[in-house]
C-alpha cells in the first residue's frame, strides 16, 4: 500500500524528466501503457483503402490513390480492436492518456514520422491521427509537432501533409537531436549517453506517437526498419551504425525518453509517453530503406509497445503474408531484450487481423 501511495503522489506530480546522469532502469516485462494490453497487436487488409494498385508510384501518387474515408474507418476499426471496445471514441481516449496535471488543450504531443529517402507516412494516415487528437481528445493543433530529426529537413516543401487542422506544426527536424541523455544496456559505447531530441529529454513533450513504414534495411536490424528503428530519427543515428548498433537501437527503446517518466528505485513507467506505434504499409518495401515501394499490400496496423509490434509485423506480416523473412535472431531480441518470449503473445502469437 505504501509503494501504491508513492506511485500515486508521482503520477499527480508528473515530475518533469532532466538529463539523467546515469543509465535508465526500465525493468524488463514491466507494464508501459496502463489501459490497453502491452502485448495486443493488431492488423488489417483492405483493397478499399486505394483507388487502383500501382506498386512503384512515389509518394505524391500515393496520395492521389488514397481513399481517405477507408482509412480513416479502417484506422478507428483497428483502435476498437486494439483497446477490446466497440466504440472508437472510448478506444482513443483508452489508447491516449492525459498527462496528470494537465487538461487536453495543454497537452503537447509530438509525432514522428520516417521521412527518409522515397517512402513516407501517406497523408491520410497522418491526418486521422492529427484529427482526432484534435476533434476527439482536444488537443490544439499548435500543440501538435510532426518531426524526423534526422531526416525531416525541407518536410513541408517535398511531403506536405494535407488536410491537417490550421495550426498543426510540421517541425521538419525540429532541431535535430542534440540533447546528450544518458542510453542504458545492452549498449556500451560513448560512455552509456548519446545525442537525441531536446524537447524529449526536457520532457516538454506529453504524448509520443510512433508512425513508421514498413521497409527492409540491414540484416543486423533485423532486415527491415519499422517502429523501434524510426527512432533513430529521435536519437542520433550515428552509433545505431556502428559496432554495436543492435545493442543500441534496443537500449534507446527503452529509456524515459520513448517509454516515459521512470521511477528510480524500480524502473516503473510512472506515466506513458509513447502511446502508440502505428505502421502504414499501404506501400511497403522489401528492400530498403531507399527506393520506391516494392508492394502495395494496403494493410495497417498499430499497438502501444515498439518491440511487440515490430517482432508481429516482421515475422506474422513481412515474413508469413508477404515472403519476407526476417533475422530471426534479432527478430527473437526484440522480444527477449524487453523480457518476454512468443509464448507471452496473445491468442498463441498469432497477429490479430480484422
Not at 102 to 112: D, H, L, M, R
Not at 124 to 151: Q, R, W
Request: one cysteine or more.
Amino acid at each position: 500500500m505504501k509503494q501504491a501511495m508513492i506511485t500515486g503522489a508521482a503520477l499527480t506530480a508528473f515530475p518533469i524528466v532532466l538529463v539523467r546522469k546515469s543509465p535508465a532502469a526500465w525493468a524488463r516485462k514491466t507494464i508501459v501503457h496502463p489501459t490497453v494490453d502491452n502485448l495486443r497487436v493488431v492488423g488489417l487488409t483492405d483493397i478499399r483503402m486505394t483507388k487502383i494498385h500501382e506498386t512503384g508510384s512515389p509518394w505524391a501518387r500515393q496520395n492521389e490513390l488514397v481513399i481517405t474515408e477507408a482509412v480513416w474507418e479502417d484506422i478507428d476499426r483497428l483502435a476498437c480492436v486494439l483497446a477490446q471496445t466497440r466504440n472508437s471514441t472510448e478506444a482513443w481516449r483508452q489508447i491516449f492518456i492525459k498527462p496528470p496535471r494537465k487538461g487536453w488543450s495543454e497537452t503537447v504531443v509530438a509525432i514522428k514520422t520516417n521521412n527518409i529517402a522515397q517512402q513516407h507516412t501517406r497523408s491520410a494516415v497522418m491526418a486521422k491521427i492529427v484529427h482526432t487528437l484534435t476533434n476527439t481528445l482536444g488537443v490544439k493543433p499548435s500543440n501538435i509537432h510532426i518531426y524526423d530529426a534526422c531526416h525531416g529537413s525541407e518536410m513541408s516543401t517535398y511531403t506536405p501533409f494535407a488536410d491537417l487542422p490550421e495550426g498543426c506544426r510540421i517541425e521538419e527536424t525540429w532541431g535535430g537531436s542534440t540533447e546528450f541523455t544518458a542510453v542504458p544496456a545492452p549498449w556500451k559505447g560513448s560512455g552509456g549517453r548519446a545525442h537525441c531530441l531536446r524537447h524529449l529529454v526536457d520532457g516538454s513533450v506529453d504524448i509520443l506517437i510512433n508512425i513508421a513504414l514498413c521497409k527492409g534495411h540491414s540484416t543486423q536490424f533485423g532486415g527491415f526498419t519499422m517502429a523501434m528503428k524510426n527512432h533513430f530519427g529521435t536519437f542520433s543515428p550515428r552509433p545505431g551504425h556502428q559496432s554495436g548498433g543492435q545493442d543500441y537501437l534496443i537500449a534507446i527503446n527503452q529509456t524515459p525518453e520513448i517509454l516515459g517518466s521512470m521511477d528510480s528505485r524500480t524502473g516503473k513507467v510512472l506515466y506513458p509517453r509513447q502511446q502508440l506505434c502505428l505502421i502504414d504499409a499501404l506501400w511497403a518495401g522489401k528492400g530498403g530503406p531507399g527506393g520506391n515501394p516494392s508492394h502495395q499490400p494496403n494493410f495497417l496496423a498499430m499497438g502501444v509497445l515498439a518491440p511487440i509490434v515490430d517482432y508481429q509485423i516482421a515475422t506474422k506480416f513481412r515474413g508469413e503474408k508477404m515472403g519476407w523473412e526476417p533475422n530471426m535472431e534479432m527478430a527473437r531480441r526484440m522480444l527477449t531484450e524487453f523480457g518476454y518470449i512468443e509464448a507471452d503473445l496473445p491468442q498463441g502469437g498469432t497477429l490479430i487481423e480484422l
